[in-house]
């Protein structure tokens, strides 16, 4: 994810459209933003379950679960938004967005299908 979010900036920061590097453009700077956001979010996602691992919190593999399950999708998504701001580029093998965008997708279907999973975790948060 922040390969995906690096690439990302650098691009919007290099590439100029109507005059201007898109790096200006109001609409790309909150996608970069949210981005941002996201990429600090699935870092402390992971520290936490890290810790809860570690120090053998009460039910800690459901909290690396979670954080598994979250990330997943936050993958996905994050490099969607990153193949968006390269535009067509983003397809492209010459960029690494294609390719993070296809490890994200094959990450999930190994998880298996979230919805599941997430049925799974309650399931067993009800019996805990």
């Known amino acids: 994810m922040k390969g995906a979010f690096q690439e990302a900036l650098s691009y919007s ?4 459209q109507g005059g201007w590097t898109i790096i200006n453009w109001s609409a790309l700077r909150m996608l970069l933003a949210d981005m941002a956001v996201q990429v ?14 570690q120090q053998h919190h009460p039910q800690w593999e459901l909290s690396t679960r979670a954080a598994a399950l979250h990330l997943s999708d936050l993958a996905c998504t994050l490099t969607t938004d990153g193949i968006q701001v390269l535009g067509g580029n983003g397809y492209m093998k010459d960029y ?3 390719k993070r965008f296809r490890d994200a997708k094959q990450v999930q279907a190994l998880l298996g299908l979230s919805p599941m999973r997430k049925l799974n975790m309650v399931r067993a948060l009800m019996q805990g």
């Open 40 to 53: 600090k979010i699935a870092d402390m996602a992971v520290a936490g379950a890290a810790i809860a691992a």
């Open 96 to 98: 690494g967005q294609e």
């Open 13 to 16: 920061q290099e590439r100029f």
